[in-house]
């Protein structure tokens, strides 16, 4: 075997090859294979089985099967019957011990290339899939269909209405004949079929690959034969079989057997179905340029779309707690499955939820066209063949084995998104990065699609980086009952200043250290979506997503939302109504106590420019009491917006703010207590709490920075400007604010009497955000986060430490010092002076209640140096963003 080519995808999937036991070479492509306990059977593309002995590998026999290409081989699982099918409309039976023919199958319609075959024990039945887009099948037990190897009907007797026309003379041209054909073995017994055991356009493409599986989901018996069909029209299909045959009218001739639909899965969008594997309910299904799509047969859902090679995904098997796949590439993959373990409930406990790439490798440098697995003298074995005319033998032992990297026993796939998704320098705020802002959005919508979403990129324009938009659909019937919950967030991330010592490690590089993840954006924001997407999939595994989420991550939140608004409301047909907003864009107060958002600061930036109508001038050539100065206007100007106290001097300023109720005021008595219980240097109370009401509920005006025109010197600019920025709070109103700022501004500058003019710009704008705790989406995720972080505090508790491992102090019994009895708190109700410009919005653009679940610490260092997010607030958050999901 060659060395290892590079890897078919850069997805992280290690690029290790098992032991290479053995390379069995042949003269023709091998399109099909089949393993025994004994043997392995490859059919070859000159109509060939050969075969070799499992345990020396040597040569035992090559028969010449059929008179072209051998497409298919199916092996029984009692390993009585082995089926072969072929670029021909016949269809072999062999003894895959003697190596006897034992039947022969045609049927009498001119059926083509006959790709799929399969074979039902329970009725002795046999099934293929055709060119001509139908589904065959007869009995091999029926002696009603039994005739005469020189039947009329056979294929190589009966005439071609095209094939076998006359030319002017009378005359027709003779059929094709090759001296092989005359090797191919005499049938012992050779079966018609019925004209009516038919199932025309089964699909609206060839159908390709074929199952028979036992009770695969909740509407049939568990020991149910199902069939399942995958086409060249994209489509995957369950058919229910029975012993009575189809009615018609014109015929009193019975029929033995036929196949009723039950479900069609997929779009007849041409992307073939080119394999098939079923674990359980779980269906996956290979398919065109590398895509193996994830089904859960139960609620007709796709949970996850796999991109697990470049080329065509031709065969799929399972085994040993895997899923094997194979492709026109040459690379072989192998990924942890959907699999139970003890009983088959169906819930989230017994379910894997990891669905991860565990190796890729080469296995051939031509196209793999066939594989099969098998066990061998305690050797798990993985067969693979390709139209280099080899045969390969891979050992896979312990091929379940996770591998450890450090973050529990294998590595969650959820850490590994977020691993990928960080390495996107997503930064909205600088030109040069818009690229990378561009390919983190791609990303994310892959990411999406993978997991079973429907997916679009939103933008109004060029000139902003798209929103991601992603559809789970809840399996609630019919659809218009289900609930609907958006879920917002953002992709791009602020600036990461690399200069010196400022950050330990690579910012676009997630790196694990202490029990925190670090990077930039790893907590604002990129962390808590993947908690959020994470906790879809793992309700679409157990099967308990009632409700449709839809994802809207933006690109553009750290500056300013720009072009947000717009998007949205050129796609709100396509975003539907929302019954729930949620989003999860900020942090704890300390680094202890769980927090719930239900209050934000909105904002206004503007920016206030004096201009003169002289140029830059020289302060002693031309100054004087005559000059109007831009920038001494313009200071002037500001010092009369505030004043002692930060006072805001702008009349009415302060009309509209909601009073404090009795409520709120005992809120903020118990956050301050419970701050100051966890550090008294944040005290006194009463201060702590005055601090806090300011910084949260009352509106604040800020001067930033002035610029000037000209270079350094005694210049005077004849140009001056200042950036303002407003905080407002709920009950102030962003236009009325805004009327109110420039008649202050110009009444205040038309007292100076100046000859140079004022323009006042608003360059950004979010409206305050208040939220009501005591309503529904609350109560829930109130619920949510008491069962997620609940028991882990008492534990901490009950051990002396909290969840950093830090000492804390152990209530006591006042009488015999006795400790007292951990209990789990709710979480705080707490409001933010900062500002998220959607909320609001998309609050009222879908008329639905918001609620805010801050995912990480105090300490999490966000839009800093060394930004963080824990590992537990991650898994914390994806459970407590499930149990929301799952209950809404």
């Known amino acids: 075997m060659p060395t290892l ?11 290790s090859a098992p032991e290479q036991l053995q390379e069995l070479k042949h003269d023709g492509s091998v399109l099909a294979i089949a393993v025994s306990d004994d043997y392995i059977f490859a059919g070859t593309s000159k109509g060939e089985i050969a075969i070799w002995s499992l345990g020396t590998y040597q040569l035992v026999q090559t028969i010449q099967a059929h008179k072209r290409s051998v497409l298919c081989l199916f092996l029984t699982e009692d390993s009585k019957y082995l089926f072969s099918s072929a670029c021909e409309p016949i269809v072999s039976v062999w003894c895959p011990k003697t190596f006897n023919r034992l039947y022969e199958i045609y049927s009498t319609y001119d059926v083509g290339d006959v790709f799929s075959v399969v074979y039902s024990p329970q009725r002795e039945t046999v099934y293929f899939g055709t060119q001509t887009q139908d589904i065959q099948w007869i009995s091999l037990k029926d002696p009603a269909r039994r005739v005469a190897h020189d039947s009329p009907n056979h294929p190589d007797k009966r005439r071609h209405r095209f094939f076998d026309s006359s030319t002017v003379g009378g005359t027709s041209t003779p059929r094709r004949t090759e001296d092989h054909y005359a090797l ?52 995957i299909k369950l058919w229910r079989l029975s012993d009575d045959g189809p009615e018609y009218d014109d015929t009193d001739e019975k029929v033995t057997g ?14 073939s179905v080119m394999s098939i594997a079923v ?89 793999i066209l066939s594989s099969d697995v098998a066990t061998h003298n305690n050797d798990e074995l993985f067969i693979t063949g390709a139209n280099d005319n080899t045969v390969r033998v891979w050992r896979v032992n312990c091929a379940s084995t996770q591998t450890d990297d450090g973050v529990g026993p294998s590595e969650d796939m959820m850490i590994t998104s977020l691993r990928q998704f960080v390495s996107y320098k997503t930064v909205s705020s600088r030109p040069e990065f818009t690229e990378d802002c561009r390919k983190g959005a791609t990303f994310l919508g892959s990411l999406f699609k993978r997991l079973g979403a429907e997916v679009e990129m939103l933008s109004t324009n060029g000139l902003h980086n798209p929103v991601v938009y992603a559809k789970f ?20 991330v602020v600036p990461a200043d690399m200069k010196g010592d400022n950050w330990q490690t690579d910012p676009f590089k997630l790196t694990g250290r202490d029990g925190y993840l670090y990077g930039r954006g790893v907590s604002d924001n990129k962390g808590p979506i993947m908690a959020a997407l994470y906790a879809v999939t793992d309700l679409l595994q157990a099967k308990a997503l009632d409700s449709d989420i839809v994802f809207l991550i933006e690109g553009e939140e750290e500056s300013g939302s720009r072009g947000f608004q717009d998007t949205i409301q050129k796609n709100k047909d396509l975003i539907g109504h929302v019954d729930y907003v949620l989003l999860a864009n900020s942090y704890w107060l300390d680094d202890e106590v769980p927090c719930l958002t239900y209050g934000l600061r909105g904002v206004l930036h503007a920016t206030v420019c004096i201009d003169s109508k002289h140029p830059d001038l020289h302060s002693g050539v031309d100054g004087s009491n005559m000059l109007s100065e831009p920038l001494s206007d313009l200071t002037l100007l500001l010092s009369k917006l505030k004043s002692s106290k930060n006072h805001v001097n702008i009349p009415g300023f302060y009309d509209g703010i909601l009073p404090v109720t009795e409520e709120e005021e005992l809120r903020y008595d118990d956050i301050a207590s419970i701050l100051m219980r966890r550090n008294p240097a944040n005290g006194p109370v009463d201060a702590l709490k005055r601090s806090l009401m300011a910084r949260w509920r009352e509106p604040n005006l800020t001067i930033h920075r002035y610029n000037v025109s000209g270079p350094d010197g005694s210049l005077i600019s004849s140009h001056a400007t200042a950036n303002v920025s407003i905080r407002l709070v709920p009950g102030q109103e962003v236009e009325d604010v805004i009327t109110l700022l420039k008649e202050f501004l110009r009444e205040e500058f038309a007292e100076f ?46 051990e002396g430490t909290n969840t950093n491992g830090v000492e804390v102090s152990l209530p006591v019994n006042g009488t015999n010092g006795e400790l007292t009895a951990p209990r789990t708190r709710k979480p705080l ?21 918001a609620a805010h679940l801050p995912c990480g610490q105090a300490s999490d260092a966000a839009h800093l140096h060394n930004e963080r997010l824990r590992v537990m607030n991650l898994l914390k958050s994806r459970e407590i963003f499930g149990t929301v999901f799952r209950r809404l």
């Not at 996956?284 to 796709?302: F, P, S, V």
């Not at 993959?333 to 894997?352: D, L, P, W």
Request: net charge negative; aromatic share 10%; glycine share 10%.
């Open 5 to 15: 080519q590079p890897r078919d995808l850069d997805d992280g999937c290690p690029d």
């Open 184 to 235: 191919i073995p005499r049938a012992q017994t050779v079966l018609e079929v019925d004209q009516g055991a038919v199932r025309q356009y089964a699909h609206y493409g060839w159908v390709f690959c074929m199952r028979i599986v036992k009770g695969p989901a909740v509407f049939v018996d568990a020991d149910e034969e199902v069939l399942v069909s995958g086409g060249g029209d994209g489509t």
């Open 258 to 271: 036929d196949i009723e639909e039950l479900m069609v899965l997929g779009e007849d969008d041409s992307e």
């Open 279 to 367: 674990d359980g309910s779980f269906l996956y299904a290979g398919k065109l340029r590398g895509i193996i799509e994830l089904w859960d047969l139960d609620t007709k859902q796709k949970l996850r779309v796999i991109k697990a090679h470049d080329g065509n995904v031709n065969t799929l098997q399972m085994k040993f707690g895997l899923l094997w796949s194979g492709a026109t590439g040459g690379s072989v993959s192998k990924h942890s499955t959907v699999h139970y373990s003890g009983n088959t409930n169906g819930t989230a406990e017994n379910v894997s939820q990891k669905y991860q790439c565990l190796s890729r490798w080469k296995a051939h440098h031509a196209k």
């Open 473 to 492: 659909s809840g399996k609630l019937e019919p659809a218009e009952k289900r609930k609907r919950i958006l879920f917002y967030g953002h992709y791009d």
């Open 753 to 798: 009497e100046s000859e140079n003019t004022l323009t006042i710009r608003i360059d950004n704008k979010a409206e305050p955000w208040l939220g009501v705790p005591g309503n529904y989406i609350f109560r829930t995720l109130e619920e949510a986060v008491m069962k997620a972080w609940g028991p882990v505090a008492a534990a901490a508790e009950e």
């Open 829 to 849: 109700y707490i409001r933010e002076g900062g500002s998220i410009p959607p909320i609001r919005f998309l609050e009222k653009e879908f008329n639905a209640p």
